[in-house]
Every structure is written in C-alpha cells, then in structure tokens.
C-alpha cells in the first residue's frame, strides 16, 4: 500500500495547489474582461507556457508515446504534425486575430456579417470541437488512475472520469480565465520538468547512445527493423497511405482552428506579445515532441511492446510504464516515486487542459449564443458571466457522459477527431474572412455547417466507430461503416471551403464586403481593438 499511499498524496497535492490557484484568481476577476480574457495582462513568456500548457495535452504526453512504443516510426508522425501545426498558426492567424477580436472565435467573424447567424454557428463548432478534445483528456484520466492504484475497472474509471469533470467544472466557474491560465502555467513547467527527467534517465540506460535505444526497441517491439521505418500502420495499403495524407491535413491545418489556442490569443495585451508568445510556445513544444520520441521509443526497450499492451490495449500507459522502468522498475521505492510523479504529471496536464476546454466553449456559448443571439446585445456583463458559468456545468455534464462510453479508444486518435472538426469547420470560414474581400454571412454559415456536418457524419460512418477490422471500435459488433478513413479530414476540410465558397457567391449580401477594408486595417495594426464595438 505504501506506493499507493504516495501516489495518492502527491495527486492531492496536486490538486490543492490547482485549487488554490483557482481561489486566489477568484477574488482578481471583477469584469468579463477578467472572466473571458485574464484581464490581458499576461506577459508572453507567461502566455507562451500557457499556450503550450494547453496545447501538451494528456494526448501528446501519454497517447503519443504510447502509440510510438507501439507502432514505432508511425506514431511519430503525430508528432511531426502536432509541431509543423503551429507554423500554420502563427503565419496565418495568431496576430491577425488577435487584433481583430475580443473573447471569442465569433467575434472575429461577426464583425462584417450578419451576428445572430454567424455567431450561432461559431458556437456550435466550438462546443463540437471542445467536446471532442474534452472526451480525449477524460478518458486519459481514466486510464491513468485505474493503472496506478491498481483496481478493477469499472466503476473507479467511471468515477474518476466524474471527479475529473467536477474539478474542471470548479476552475471554470471559480477562477475563470485567470485561473484557469495559471493553472495552465504550473501545469506546463511541471509536464516539461518531468519528462526532461524521465528523458535524461531513459538516455542513461544506453548511455546516451541514441542508436542503441533504437536497437534496442526495434528487437523488443517484435517487430524488428520495420519498427524503425515508415510502413507499419499507414503504407500496408493504399487506403492506409490515404488515411495518413487525411491525418496529417488535419493534425496541420486542425491547430489553427482550435478555439481553446485561439481564445489564448486574447489574453495579451497587444499583438506583438501575441507573436513572442506563440515564439515561446514552438520553443517549448518543440524540446517536449523531441522528447516524446525518447518515452516512447524508450517503452518499447525498456517495457517492451507486449507488456504496455497487455497493461493498456490502446497504448496510453507507455510513459508512465518507462518512468517506473527507469526508477528501478516494479516494487522499487525509485520506481514507485517516479510513477507516482509522472502520473501526477500527467493527472495536472489532464485538468489544465479540459479547464481551458471547458472555459472555451462555455465563454462562446455565453458570450456568442445568449448575449449576441438571444438577448441581442442587450445582456449585462453580470448576466453574461453567470451564463458561462451555467454552460460550464452544463457541458462538463455532456462531456462525463460521452467519456465513460469512449473509454477504451486510444487518445491521441480521438484528439485528431477534434482537430479534424476544427480544420473542417472553423479554419475556412477564419481564412476567408482575414483575406478575402467578398465573404459573407452565408459562406460563413454554410463554410462552419457544412465542414461540422460533413465532418462528424464521416466519423460515425467510419471503422472508427463501427465494424470490427480496427479491434478498437466504439460498436465492435455491428458494422456500418462505409467511409474506409479513420480520419475525415481529406474529405471535410476541402468541403468546408468548397461550401464557404459556394454561399459567398451565391449571395447577394454587400455590407460585409464595405466592412472589409477597416476590418484589414483592424487585422493588420490592432487599431480599435480594445474598444471593439458590437
């Protein structure tokens, strides 16, 4: 019991340390302002950590080197991607974005259109988007628990997955968007310390000799040199080859359309700190993917492929397999402590994460759908705020229900769900309205309907959620899965544009196209946006 008696004392501190945070912040937040974007006042060091807090997810850490421990070479794509991502985002959109709204995705959007419409469909993408990550990281907290206090499943998993959404719904309605990016902060210098240790330890064993570990995880994978080489999961078959030209469009193109990174963006006060955060943020998350190419390679040498399987069917517990592995290995104090850390680490990784979610889609649905829509303009900030925090229960509700069903899915995928949504639905109707002159509010409804729909009805007619070929489908026994991709996204995210394409011309609309040019100028220098009007 003693192992289990540390691990559950440093969980709790971990808790009580996020707790407090979320107190202290309670008693800074006294406007919307504060509620919605942190008061602007981070610096870009501070909103850097919090963007790659919030962009290292439970997925990165745990679903990414589980997949490389168990697939070798093409697991690592998921790295490759989630990084060369952020290139998208600061090019395209950080900035421009930045200067040209205020709390939310929809602001950016409603400026030159019609808001009622626009602002309803931006609130449904995010809550889609939102739900999906949500799902990821709940199902990781799971996994996680059931594995370090050594129970029978069930109903602890079920139970954690709850406690995990209760805690989320706290810091969301407690602490607000100060809080909740604090918490984000801490979070992101304990996620990069740990695995810098568990990295260093793991290079010792080989003596720091890269190629050795190498050899080593290819001979214990079971799979020899194909392990180290491109073909294992994507290049059996020719749909397999697409399925990865699909995954790697959305991992690319799915980032800069996340409303929880985007919404990061307004808590700086001026876009050139937006740009020095962003810089911050690839420095950081480009070190930690390194890193996750170490943990997993090292799992698949040091636990081996079959016994993180035999633990974990999806893979998920590979990195905190590797740190008790590398601490002396099972019934070691040095093993228990790292296992007990790494899990604490990666548990405050889960709660940053889906607080900044939760907070997401909870400020669009206040913000956007009741103040905009509902109450045409007309709400207080007060009403606004206890709206927010209503949709936070409402959803943390939504997302318990939903993670208790996906639990058995590996967590890195269902994340790339999330950011195939966000490119399909949210990324065409953002780049057509920063740069093309002629878009309106019906491109930009039938862009964000039509990229959500095509999108998630792809996924539920996929092997993903029916059949039995992948062994990990949500309904192994029925099958109705006629789309062969697992992800959509070469297929939605050309749709999405295509579709904001086909309503612009359609229609007749030209305010938003007289709005352009001071909206380019907003985009372009910040101006006006600190006072943006509705």
């Known amino acids: 019991m003693s192992d289990q008696t540390l691990t559950i004392l440093l969980f709790l501190v971990v808790v009580a340390i996020t707790i407090g945070i979320t107190i202290w912040a309670s008693r800074e937040t006294k ?12 610096s870009g060091l501070q909103n850097g950590l919090a963007v790659s807090g919030d962009y290292m997810s439970a997925a990165s850490f745990l679903g990414i080197s589980g997949l490389i421990s168990t697939v070798g070479y093409d697991g690592f794509l998921y790295s490759i991607g989630f990084l060369v991502a952020w290139l998208v ?16 995705m929809a602001d950016q959007l409603a400026y030159r259109m019609n808001q009622r419409q626009v602002r309803t469909a931006a609130s449904l993408s995010t809550v889609a988007v939102s739900i999906f990550y949500l799902l990821a990281q709940m199902v990781g907290a799971g996994t996680l628990v059931v594995l370090l206090l050594e129970v029978d499943e069930g109903l602890v998993k079920n139970v954690v997955i709850a406690g995990v959404g209760a805690l989320m719904i706290f810091y969301v ?14 979070k992101a210098v304990l996620l990069m310390s740990g695995t810098l240790l568990i990295t260093v330890l793991t290079l010792m064993q080989f003596n720091f000799n890269v190629s050795d570990m190498l050899g080593a995880a290819a001979e214990q994978s079971g799979s020899g040199q194909a392990f180290l080489e491109p073909g294992l999961v ?41 740009r020095t955060s962003v810089q911050w943020a690839i420095t950081l998350i480009g070190f930690f993917y390194l890193m996750t190419l170490v943990l997993g390679f090292g799992a698949a040498a040091l636990v081996g492929t079959e016994e993180i399987a035999a633990v974990d069917p999806a893979g998920n517990l590979a990195s905190p397999l590797l740190a008790e592995a590398v601490g002396g290995g099972e019934g070691s104090t040095g093993g ?10 990666a548990f405050a990784t889960i709660l ?29 900030e007060k009403d606004e705020v206890r709206v927010a925090k209503i949709a936070a229960f409402v959803i943390g509700a939504i997302a318990i229900g939903l993670s ?34 002629r878009f309106n509010t019906r491109g930009a409804v039938w862009a964000i309907y039509g990229g959500l729909v095509s999108c998630v009805g792809l996924v539920i007619f996929s092997p993903v959620v029916s059949g039995p070929t992948t062994g990990t489908a949500l ?13 959509p996204g070469i297929v939605s995210i050309p749709f999405g544009f295509l579709m904001g394409y086909l309503g612009t011309i359609t229609s007749r609309e030209k305010a938003s196209e007289e709005r352009y040019p001071e909206f380019e100028v907003r985009a372009l220098t910040g101006a006006g946006s600190e006072t943006a009007h509705h």
């Open 31 to 42: 406007s919307a302002a504060d509620y919605y974007a942190g008061g602007r006042q981070f």
């Open 89 to 104: 985002a600061l090019l395209l959109v950080a900035e421009l974005l930045r200067n040209s709204g205020r709390y939310t």
């Open 173 to 186: 309605t407690v602490g607000g968007m100060k809080g909740t990016t604090w918490v984000q902060i801490v």
């Open 234 to 274: 994507y290049g059996v078959t020719t749909m397999a080859k697409i399925d990865f030209i699909s995954l790697a469009m959305a991992l690319v193109l799915g980032t800069a359309g996340l409303p929880h990174i985007l919404i990061r963006f307004y808590t700086v006060p001026t876009a050139r700190v937006a």
């Open 336 to 345: 228990a402590v790292l296992l007990a850390l790494i899990a604490a680490v």
């Open 352 to 380: 940053a994460v889906v607080a900044g979610l939760t907070l997401t889609s909870a400020s669009s649905v206040a913000h956007d759908l009741y103040a905009s829509v509902l109450r045409k303009g007309k709400a207080t």
């Open 404 to 437: 208790i069903l996906a639990q058995d899915l590996n967590i890195a995928f269902l994340v790339a769900l999330a950011f195939a949504v966000a490119a399909s639905a949210n990324l065409p109707s953002l780049l057509y309205n920063l740069f093309w002159r």
């Open 475 to 487: 309904f192994a026994d029925s099958d109705w899965s006629y789309f062969p991709l697992s992800n």
